[in-house]
């Protein structure tokens, strides 16, 4: 199993370690110098399925769709996965020339952030979290987000199947 996922990573972008930044009164946080070029341009953002801010480069977020959108229309796990990842993305983002980026509204409501921001690199993504809901993550990593995580894991394995995990 482990090398099935190594090699679903081979070759993508390089998002490792962490850095704490600050949001600004527009809603702009700093991207960590190391995490920009691996973000590249036209990067999307979305929700998590633990909850916190996501963030794709170009190619990580074109392979997961396309994995999504091939199977059954008609499936209510893929329709949840849809709605969940999908229904808030904000495709074709890019870091101003100052690397900042602007969080949406509504990413920003659904993962409590503001003030200081987070930012693990996560298996070929950028994780951006409010500090205190990942130290929470980190006391209780197999139950937190209980519910919607254990909705979504179910999902991605019927639509997915077990490679997903």
Partial sequence: MQAKKSKKLAGAARLVGRYLSTMDSRARV????KFREALGNDFTITLSELGCVTIFPKAA???FTERIWEKDDFST???????HFIGYAEEEQNLDSQGRLVIPKALRDKAQLSGEVLQIGHSGRLHLWNPDEYDKYELAMDSYGGERRLRLEQAR?????????
């Fill in 30 to 33: 700093m991207v960590g110098p």
């Fill in 61 to 63: 977020w074109e392979a």
């Fill in 77 to 83: 796990s893929r329709e949840l996965l849809e709605r």
């Fill in 157 to 165: 394995i019927r639509v997915f199947g077990e490679e997903a995990q």
